[in-house]
């Protein structure tokens, strides 16, 4: 379990599959005012797989970016729930936003399958609680979100 915004911790962000998905939480609920938006879209570029198409669908409309801190996470707790899927497992959970040739890309390394169960607050929080799965691979050594 992992509690967002615990100081000390000694493990890097892409040092494993979950640390990463910990940290793309972590940079979200740094938002807090619009100009910090494109700030939390570069740092998750920087957690990103280099074929995921994540940052292309994270730029907030007008709207979007003034209601951004009316959500806050208040506690992610990750899983790792499958590892080393193949390219049919990876086509059939986030491959219409993947070419087939970056999908073998990510099959020829160590990949993950994350679940992360995120508890919420807020005026604009849809759910208090919300549960997504996240596959992150490996990419130089590092671990980093695909989709």
Not at 90 to 108: C, K, S, T, Y
Request: net charge negative.
């Amino acid at each position: 379990m992992t509690v967002i915004g615990t100081a000390g911790c000694l493990e890097s962000a892409t040092d494993s599959p979950e640390s990463v998905v910990e940290e793309y939480y972590a940079i979200i609920n740094d938002v807090e005012e619009p100009e910090d938006i494109d700030d939390a879209i570069e740092a998750i570029d920087n957690i990103s797989h280099s074929i995921s198409p994540l940052v292309d669908f994270l730029e907030p409309d007008e709207e979007e970016a003034e209601d951004v801190n009316n959500i806050s996470v208040d506690n992610v707790e990750t899983e790792i729930v499958d590892q080393n899927l193949s390219a049919e497992e990876i086509q059939h959970d986030v491959g219409f936003f993947l070419e087939r040739d970056d999908i073998e890309e990510i099959v020829a390394h160590d990949n993950a399958l994350v679940e992360a169960s995120v508890e919420q607050s807020g005026e604009d929080a849809a759910e208090e609680h919300r549960t997504r799965e996240w596959l992150v691979a490996k990419d130089d050594g590092d671990w980093l979100i695909v989709f």
